[in-house]
């Protein structure tokens, strides 16, 4: 119950010392409170009337097997109750200090630039593999994180031992570990760091070290192309504002033919004044054309209508026109992904390297992010590099706290055809796990927390991506939001592409449609004579079959 109220110090009896120490890490492991730097004091039960009570601590040194050495730091005389050293001695000594090359054990994955690991000779590297077993190689570890514990070993005297996973992983609420995040719940490593997030599940299974950078996850989409320029005249409205457009049109030419009706009518005018169907589609195409055409005005309603009908196309040919203008003159792209609400609406699928990437969304509960959470879709790094040309995907990357992107393996060609959203799907603080009762976490917090404060970190950064990424990917990807000489565009043949296909599309349909009157016009006549004889021959056979006498009747 202690390890549950924060309790960082305690006091136990030499009798359930036994019980006490058997009991200290299942507690700690089930609690949620993760206190630094804990303290314990046994009493003792004293034997004797009078004496002395030495104080030992205990010095570890690697080796095969581990070997500890007690060292008395204290001697207390209980006859005069004297402490002569109290002043001086360190009841408390720090373990880390020097750790006599004992082992750190470090989990990690490849992952650029924050981990990096390379076989080296025996003796050349700068760590020892456990996992997988390499008994003639030794590892170069390296990377803006890994460099976290490179340094700290070399500051604590300790040997550094590396467990590359094969996967993130994760720790479950049942109690199923795999993977990087499982491998400190299992106590197969010390701390495991490899670009991990304070996400909420692992905070169940596991203690979080001090945060040592921010990261923004957003992703890198295509390029918008340039609209075929045949779309250019249907881009001056949308596609709703066609749709009204096409209604006012359809509602003028039927009150045009109305009207027309009616004024024949009234007026009792001949049947060449009244006007057909297609004349009022005529009369409409002429005001929306800004063109004149014939008003009678005879009638009050019928000056009333064309005056609306004048203004209504004057309005929209007028807009059209300036559409027109603005499209004609400035290049129009295809629509593009720039939030997450895009990335959501267009359904667009996102890939990463990982299913971890959701850890930090999977509770979320806006639309937007339910959608992401279906839409994602995990790839190897050799799939997405072979895939990265494909305009139907959205590659994930990291914007790093210092300005710069981690960011899969591809061909730069392939990333000069994408861009970065203009925001992040979300943004974490990056951390490493470790076992709740890691007792180095402390002193490796202090570390980090140094190297912060002073900006070591923002130079490793600078490093690691000079070293193991390209500062010519940064440059793409710096600026790929930003565009250049796309502003104004002189007209050219291809601008009126558009209008040239109407205009072919009119002319063939006008060519089929006369090709079809001039033919029904000479074999009209014939095929009506045709169907005429057709239709009094079966009548005749029709009557005869009635007129003919029964068997009954004669």
């Given at each position: 119950?202690?390890?549950l109220?924060?309790?960082?110090?305690?006091?136990?009896?030499e009798?359930?010392?036994?019980?006490?120490?058997?009991?200290?890490?299942p507690?700690?492991?089930?609690a949620?409170?993760?206190?630094?730097?804990?303290?314990?004091?046994?009493?003792?039960?004293?034997?004797?009337?009078?004496?002395?009570?030495?104080?030992?601590?205990l010095?570890?040194?690697?080796?095969?097997?581990v070997?500890?050495s007690?060292?008395?730091?204290?001697?207390?005389?209980?006859?005069n109750?004297?402490?002569?050293?109290?002043?001086?001695?360190?009841?408390?000594?720090?373990?880390?200090?020097?750790?006599n090359?004992?082992?750190?054990?470090?989990?990690?994955?490849?992952?650029?630039?924050?981990?990096?690991i390379?076989?080296?000779?025996?003796?050349?590297?700068?760590?020892?593999?456990?996992?997988?077993?390499?008994?003639?190689?030794s590892?170069m570890?390296?990377?803006?994180e890994?460099w976290?514990?490179?340094?700290?070993?070399?500051?604590?005297?300790?040997?550094?031992?590396?467990?590359i996973a094969?996967?993130?992983?994760?720790?479950?609420?049942?109690?199923?570990?795999?993977?990087?995040l499982?491998?400190?719940a299992?106590?197969?490593?010390?701390?495991?760091?490899?670009g991990l997030?304070?996400w909420?599940?692992?905070f169940?299974?596991?203690?979080f070290?001090?945060?040592?950078?921010?990261?923004?996850?957003?992703c890198?989409?295509?390029?918008?192309?340039?609209?075929?320029?045949?779309?250019t005249?249907?881009?001056?409205?949308?596609?709703?504002l066609?749709?009204?457009?096409?209604?006012?049109?359809?509602?003028?030419a039927?009150?045009v033919?109305v009207?027309?009706?009616?004024?024949?009518r009234?007026?009792?005018?001949?049947?060449?004044?009244?006007?057909t169907?297609?004349?009022?589609?005529?009369?409409m195409?002429?005001?929306?054309m800004?063109?004149?055409v014939?008003?009678?005005?005879?009638?009050?309603?019928?000056?009333?209508?064309?005056?609306t009908?004048?203004?209504?196309g004057?309005?929209i040919?007028?807009?059209?026109?300036?559409?027109?203008?603005?499209?004609?003159?400035?290049?129009?792209?295809?629509?593009s992904i720039?939030?997450?609400?895009?990335?959501?609406?267009?359904?667009?699928?996102?890939?990463?390297?990982t299913?971890?990437?959701?850890?930090?969304i999977?509770?979320?509960?806006?639309?937007?992010?339910?959608?992401?959470l279906t839409t994602f879709?995990?790839?190897?790094?050799?799939e997405?590099?072979?895939?990265?040309h494909?305009?139907?995907?959205?590659?994930?990357?990291?914007?790093?706290?210092?300005?710069?992107?981690?960011?899969?393996q591809?061909?730069?060609?392939?990333m000069?055809?994408?861009?970065?959203?203009?925001?992040?799907?979300?943004?974490?603080s990056v951390?490493?796990?470790?076992?709740?009762?890691?007792p180095a976490?402390?002193?490796?917090?202090r570390?980090?927390?140094d190297?912060?404060?002073?900006?070591?970190?923002?130079?490793?950064e600078?490093?690691g991506?000079?070293r193991?990424?390209?500062?010519?990917?940064?440059?793409?990807?710096?600026?790929?939001?930003?565009?250049?000489?796309?502003e104004f565009?002189?007209?050219?043949?291809?601008?009126?592409?558009?209008?040239?296909?109407?205009?072919?599309?009119?002319?063939?349909?006008?060519?089929?449609?006369?090709?079809?009157e001039?033919?029904?016009?000479?074999?009209?006549?014939?095929?009506?004579?045709?169907?005429?004889?057709?239709?009094?021959?079966?009548s005749?056979?029709f009557?005869?079959?009635?007129?003919?006498?029964?068997?009954?009747e004669?």
């Open positions: 119950m202690c390890a109220y924060r309790c960082q110090s305690f006091i136990v009896t009798r359930a010392a036994g019980a006490f120490f058997d009991a200290f890490l507690v700690h492991e089930a949620l409170q993760r206190s630094m730097e804990k303290r314990v004091l046994v009493l003792l039960e004293s034997t004797q009337a009078s004496g002395a009570v030495q104080l030992y601590t010095d570890i040194s690697d080796g095969n097997p070997t500890i007690p060292r008395v730091i204290d001697v207390i005389d209980t006859r109750y004297s402490f002569p050293n109290t002043k001086s001695v360190n009841h408390f000594p720090d373990k880390f200090a020097n750790m090359k004992r082992r750190l054990r470090l989990g990690t994955v490849p992952y650029l630039p924050n981990a990096f390379e076989d080296k000779p025996l003796g050349e590297g700068n760590a020892r593999y456990i996992l997988p077993p390499k008994p003639n190689a590892a570890i390296s990377g803006t890994l976290l514990v490179v340094l700290f070993c070399e500051i604590a005297n300790c040997t550094t031992e590396i467990m094969s996967e993130w992983g994760n720790v479950l609420d049942n109690g199923t570990k795999f993977g990087l499982g491998a400190p299992k106590r197969e490593v010390d701390i495991t760091l490899a997030y304070t909420y599940s692992s169940q299974h596991l203690a070290s001090a945060v040592h950078s921010r990261s923004g996850c957003t890198i989409v295509p390029k918008p192309r340039i609209i075929a320029n045949w779309r005249p249907f881009l001056s409205f949308t596609g709703s066609w749709g009204a457009v096409l209604a006012a049109f359809v509602a003028g039927f009150a033919l009207m027309s009706r009616s004024r024949q009234i007026l009792q005018l001949g049947e060449a004044t009244r006007y169907f297609s004349d009022s589609v005529l009369v195409i002429g005001f929306f800004e063109q004149g014939p008003m009678p005005n005879e009638l009050i309603a019928s000056c009333l209508l064309f005056a009908l004048m203004f209504a004057f309005m040919g007028s807009s059209y026109n300036g559409g027109l203008a603005s499209t004609m003159i400035v290049p129009q792209y295809e629509k720039n939030t997450v609400h895009d990335l959501a609406e267009t359904r667009t699928t996102w890939v990463g390297v299913v971890d990437w959701l850890f930090s999977q509770l979320a509960y806006q639309p937007d992010m339910l959608t992401l879709r995990e790839w190897e790094e050799g997405i590099s072979r895939r990265a494909e305009r139907t995907v959205a590659i994930i990357v990291e914007r790093m706290e210092y300005g710069h992107v981690a960011h899969p591809m061909e730069l060609d392939a000069k055809g994408r861009k970065m959203m203009a925001e992040d799907i979300y943004w974490e951390v490493g796990m470790c076992s709740k009762t890691w976490r402390a002193r490796f917090d570390l980090v927390l190297l912060k404060a002073f900006g070591i970190l923002a130079h490793w600078l490093i991506v000079a193991y990424l390209s500062f010519k990917s940064q440059q793409i990807l710096r600026y790929s939001r930003e565009t250049s000489g796309d565009t002189p007209l050219r043949m291809a601008n009126i592409t558009g209008a040239l296909l109407i205009l072919l599309a009119g002319l063939s349909l006008s060519l089929v449609v006369f090709v079809a001039l033919a029904w016009y000479w074999c009209g006549p014939r095929i009506k004579r045709c169907v005429a004889f057709c239709l009094v021959k079966c005749v056979r009557a005869r079959k009635r007129a003919r006498p029964t068997g009954r004669v």
